[in-house]
């Protein structure tokens, strides 16, 4: 199973948008409404931000939205903040009990 | 407060085994799916395996099929990851994490080096 596609690097001012893309295929983010997105500050373990593509577990900002169209799913930062910067990495259930993630995107906030 | 906290990393020669330890607290371990993810240093986050609630239905990545055994012990609030034939590419931070198609909860990860 290949990893999903992201870009390697995103960036935007506090109080601007940003938005990430992930890119796979109809055999695991164009097939199911399981895309899950996290949040990974350098030395910490990941933090779930979004899941079943627009989902927001209890206490992430409503900065963070999900969404997906095709096989290509995407996390949008709306009003950045510094405490935003980190990286972000996309992940989807990839049929026969397996899950994948993306190659992972490095947020700057400028 | 939901906390998983791993165990048992350290350094080991190619060939060799080691087994990883997840405890899990604040929460009905029984109740959850528990998984192995895994990063290895500057890299991205890899699946490794998952455990049902139960214990009865298991599944493994390509990359560590027969060679990794996930188990649990809901009476111990424990899950375990026995990992032999270990290969310099098995180098990785490995952290538990619970769900099953996201994960919600993640521990602070246990550093696996394999190196002679």
């Known amino acids: 199973q290949s990893a999903l596609t992201q870009p390697p690097s995103a960036s935007g001012s506090p109080g601007q948008s940003v938005t990430i893309s992930c890119t796979g295929t109809s055999s695991d983010v164009g097939g199911y409404n399981y895309v899950s997105w996290y949040q990974q500050h350098p030395g910490k373990a990941p933090k779930l931000m979004i899941y079943?593509?627009?989902k927001r577990p209890s206490g992430v900002p409503d900065r963070f939205s999900g969404s997906k169209s095709g096989n290509t799913a995407s996390l949008t930062v709306s009003g950045l903040q510094a405490e935003d910067e980190a990286d972000y990495y996309c992940?989807?259930?990839?049929?026969?009990?397996?899950?994948?993630f993306g190659t992972g995107t490095k947020v700057t906030v400028l | 407060e939901v906390q998983l906290v791993e165990s048992g990393g350290g350094l080991v020669q190619p060939g060799g085994s080691l087994r990883l330890s997840c405890a899990a607290s604040g929460f009905t371990f029984s109740s959850y799916e528990m998984n192995w993810v895994r990063q290895a240093p500057g890299k991205g986050l890899e699946w490794v395996s998952y455990i049902s609630s139960s214990g009865s239905t298991i599944y493994y990545a390509d990359s560590v099929k027969g060679r990794f055994t996930i188990s649990r012990d809901n009476a111990k609030n424990s899950l375990y990851l026995q990992m032999n034939s270990l290969r310099a590419e098995d180098t990785a931070v490995y952290y538990c994490?619970?769900?099953?198609?996201?994960?919600?909860?993640w521990g602070q990860g246990t550093l696996v080096t394999v190196s002679s």
């Open positions: 992940s989807s259930y990839a049929g026969s009990n397996n899950k994948v």
């Open positions: 994490a619970r769900g099953y198609a996201d994960f919600d909860y």
């Open positions: 079943e593509v627009s």
